[in-house]
């Protein structure tokens, strides 16, 4: 098959076997598969992964190895962490298998990722996608759950006031996510044509630097979202004392941050990740418009022009169509 692979270097090829599937899981015939942040760190050494990157995908169920067929010819979408499931495990017993210590992880971590023609994973794993939702918004499903993920882990209040920092394609979903909570947001970001794409949520977007008003509030709940120190400090700057900073990017930096005001404010910090699918996917089925995140979309002999274009300054999500339903 077809398929990406990383090993010191990132190349294209299709000579790569089609995985066996084990006991419990799919076989999915993937049909796009977006390029994450994630894939590009991977390229770079993060997680020191070798293999088959991505982990955002839709895909048709073709085998299932499991007495119940009931996914098999279904389109659908699939959570990246695979868990242990022993009730020995403390994590799974909590349904936290995000967390479970034996987990491997899609395209990430001990698992051959989705920038491939065929995957496998537990079936446990994966939500059908209803058939309105288009298949290139269904790939935003997962980088959607994190955002969905803030509002299990933070009791966001009607009447709080947020800021979003960071208008990548994450805090735009972010936004998308805490949307559903009535809170007043704000978000704020370099880039007003990407700030332009939430404008319809409700909330205020404001570019940075134009207003020097604005840079003296604080908030209830700060969202970082931006990948930068810069970014952390500015969020720090901007959480009121006793309110709530949400790290949403894995900022992997030697740089040293001055954590006094965390102290001094009493700032409570939540770093967050993945979520559970089945909310990112009820949203997606109001209708939702994301076609407007979707940079460009490339067919499977494209894969490393597309790769190379996911990398450069101001693209959104680039698609990779590994086939056609
Ligand atoms: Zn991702
Ligand atoms: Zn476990």
Same mark, same amino acid.
């Given at each position: 098959?077809?398929?990406?692979?990383?090993?010191?270097?990132?190349?294209?090829?299709?000579?790569?076997?089609? &995985?066996?599937?084990?006991?419990?899981?799919?076989?999915?015939?993937?049909?796009?598969?977006?390029?994450?942040?994630?894939?590009?760190?991977?390229?770079?050494?993060?997680?020191?992964?070798?293999?088959?990157?991505?982990?955002?995908?839709?895909?048709?169920?073709?085998?299932? =190895?499991?007495?119940?067929?009931?996914?098999? !010819?279904?389109?659908?979408?699939?959570?990246?962490?695979?868990?242990?499931?022993?009730?020995?495990?403390?994590?799974?017993?909590?349904?936290?298998?995000?967390?479970? &210590?034996?987990?491997?992880?899609?395209?990430?971590?001990?698992?051959?990722?989705?920038?491939?023609?065929?995957?496998?994973?537990?079936?446990? =794993? %994966?939500?059908?996608?209803?058939?309105?939702?288009?298949?290139?918004?269904?790939?935003?499903?997962?980088?959607?759950?994190? !955002?969905?993920?803030?509002?299990?882990?933070?009791?966001?209040?009607?009447?709080?006031?947020?800021?979003?920092?960071?208008?990548?394609?994450?805090?735009?979903?972010? =936004?998308?996510?805490?949307?559903?909570?009535?809170? =007043?947001?704000?978000?704020?970001?370099?880039?007003?044509?990407? %700030?332009?794409?939430?404008?319809?949520?409700?909330?205020?977007?404001?570019?940075?630097?134009?207003?020097?008003?604005?840079?003296?509030?604080?908030?209830?709940?700060?969202?970082?979202?931006? !990948?930068?120190?810069?970014?952390?400090?500015?969020?720090?700057?901007?959480?009121?004392?006793?309110?709530?900073?949400?790290?949403?990017?894995?900022?992997?930096?030697?740089?040293?941050?001055?954590?006094?005001?965390?102290?001094?404010?009493?700032?409570?910090?939540?770093?967050?990740?993945?979520?559970?699918?089945?909310?990112?996917?009820?949203?997606?089925?109001?209708?939702?418009?994301?076609?407007?995140?979707?940079?460009?979309?490339?067919?499977?002999?494209?894969?490393?022009?597309?790769?190379?274009?996911?990398?450069?300054? !101001?693209?959104?999500?680039? %698609?990779?169509?590994?086939?056609?339903?």
């Amino acid at each position: 098959m077809k398929a990406l692979v990383f090993d010191k270097q990132l190349t294209f090829r299709n000579d790569i076997p089609q &995985p066996e599937v084990p006991p419990g899981e799919a076989l999915i015939k993937v049909l796009m598969a977006g390029v994450c942040n994630t894939d590009i760190e991977i390229t770079k050494g993060y997680m020191g992964f070798h293999g088959i990157p991505g982990h955002e995908f839709v895909g048709i169920v073709e085998e299932v =190895n499991d007495a119940d067929q009931g996914l098999l !010819g279904k389109r659908v979408v699939g959570e990246i962490n695979c868990a242990c499931l022993k009730s020995s495990c403390e994590y799974c017993k909590q349904d936290l298998g995000r967390h479970c &210590p034996g987990r491997t992880t899609l395209g990430i971590f001990r698992r051959d990722g989705c920038l491939a023609e065929y995957i496998t994973l537990p079936i446990v =794993n %994966l939500v059908e996608v209803p058939e309105h939702i288009p298949t290139s918004v269904a790939t935003l499903t997962e980088p959607l759950a994190a !955002g969905f993920e803030i509002l299990e882990q933070v009791d966001i209040k009607p009447d709080d006031e947020v800021l979003i920092v960071g208008d990548g394609k994450l805090g735009l979903l972010i =936004n998308h996510a805490l949307s559903t909570s009535n809170a =007043n947001i704000t978000h704020v970001g370099k880039h007003a044509g990407k %700030l332009k794409l939430i404008e319809g949520l409700g909330g205020k977007t404001q570019v940075l630097d134009s207003s020097a008003d604005f840079l003296q509030k604080q908030f209830d709940v700060v969202v970082e979202a931006t !990948g930068s120190i810069t970014g952390f400090r500015f969020s720090v700057q901007h959480t009121k004392p006793r309110g709530i900073l949400v790290l949403k990017s894995t900022l992997a930096s030697d740089q040293s941050i001055d954590l006094s005001p965390v102290v001094i404010n009493e700032i409570t910090v939540v770093g967050s990740r993945c979520g559970l699918f089945q909310q990112a996917v009820d949203y997606l089925a109001t209708g939702v418009d994301l076609e407007p995140l979707i940079t460009a979309v490339y067919p499977a002999g494209q894969a490393m022009k597309a790769f190379e274009h996911a990398k450069t300054k !101001g693209s959104l999500k680039v %698609l990779i169509e590994f086939a056609k339903q």
